[in-house]
């Protein structure tokens, strides 16, 4: 299993809620809810998108 992708179709915003899907094998929406549900919460979950957002590359099309 190779390192997680941001995949070019199914993306929302930058696509890393379904790269971390794909990447577990959970539903993309699974993933989307656990993330806004996450903010909710306190801590740095905004920046740890961003920063996967500038790590995780683009998959290729």
């Not at 929406?29 to 806004?36: A, I, S, T």
Request: glycine share 10%.
């Amino acid at each position: 299993m190779g390192a997680p992708e941001r995949p070019r179709q199914g993306r929302m915003i930058a696509g890393v809620c379904a790269a971390l899907a794909q990447r577990f094998g959970l539903s993309r929406g699974v993933v989307r809810v656990l993330f806004v549900l996450s903010c909710a919460l306190p801590g740095p979950q905004i920046l740890a998108y961003v920063a996967l957002w500038i790590l995780l590359p683009n998959a290729d099309a």
